[in-house]
């Protein structure tokens, strides 16, 4: 029997979102998207940020040298024992970053009516990957958008509306998908707040044996 070749499906997420939110007619001038080429095939996992920055150079793919959400997010896989020096190691792990909100906040909440208006394009990230394991809801705005989208399909939300802290620690599924409702995993005084720094290590922990099965 002559073995089957299996190629690797390329895609742009960049040139996706721009599309899906053209299609949607979202104005993407202010929108900051992953920039990377991946299969989505090999994608296991999506951890869902709050908001992209206000600096795009800080941004997870930003060219910059030092990001600010790279080095903070890398710090907390190094503490989870994930060792990566690039986007590229991420991804080629299985892992996809991203934000709910493509746009930066305007002050300290994020806009309801931007989180709505562009749920079309986090709907259509989650939907990229048909192999995915788990969903980790990185903070609050993450966890709404979330709900949002999955209430559509089920009429409830998969995430209790709780604070973090009271519900992290039990098991959620969307389908046979683990979801992990955390922390934001960004922000210059996050490595300040041990606590939380302690409680997303250990959801980056719990989510990586989840991977190894």
């Known amino acids: 029997m002559i073995p089957v070749c299996r190629r690797k499906m390329e895609l742009n997420i960049l040139n996706h979102l721009t599309e899906t939110a053209t299609r949607h007619g979202l104005v993407t001038d202010s929108m900051q998207f992953p920039d990377c080429i991946l299969d989505p095939g090999s994608i296991k996992v999506v951890m869902i940020n709050e908001a992209v920055?206000?600096?795009?150079?800080?941004?997870?793919?930003?060219k910059a040298e030092d990001a600010e959400n790279r080095r903070t997010a890398f710090r907390l896989f190094e503490a989870?024992?994930?060792?990566?020096?690039?986007?590229?190691?991420?991804?080629?792990?299985?892992?996809?970053?991203?934000?709910?909100?493509?746009?930066?906040?305007?002050?300290?909440?994020?806009?309801?009516?931007?989180?709505?208006?562009?749920?079309?394009?986090?709907?259509?990230?989650?939907?990229?990957?048909?192999?995915?394991?788990?969903?980790?809801?990185?903070?609050?705005?993450?966890?709404?958008?979330?709900?949002?989208?999955?209430?559509?399909?089920?009429?409830?939300?998969?995430?209790?509306?709780?604070?973090?802290?009271?519900i992290r620690q039990f098991e959620y599924y969307w389908n046979d998908i683990r979801v992990f409702p955390s922390y934001i995993m960004t922000g210059a005084n996050l490595?300040?707040?041990?606590?939380?720094?302690?409680?997303?290590?250990?959801?980056?922990?719990?989510?990586?044996?989840l991977l190894q099965v």
């Open 191 to 209: 490595l300040i707040d041990k606590g939380k720094c302690d409680m997303i290590t250990d959801d980056i922990r719990r989510m990586l044996k």
């Open 80 to 166: 989870a024992g994930l060792h990566v020096n690039s986007m590229d190691d991420v991804l080629g792990m299985g892992i996809y970053i991203t934000a709910a909100l493509k746009t930066p906040k305007e002050g300290y909440f994020a806009d309801p009516a931007a989180i709505k208006a562009q749920l079309p394009l986090l709907e259509s990230e989650l939907e990229l990957f048909p192999n995915l394991k788990a969903i980790m809801l990185m903070g609050d705005v993450a966890k709404k958008a979330f709900n949002l989208i999955t209430k559509k399909k089920s009429n409830k939300n998969v995430i209790p509306s709780k604070s973090t802290y009271r």
């Open 53 to 62: 920055p206000k600096n795009p150079d800080d941004w997870f793919y930003s």
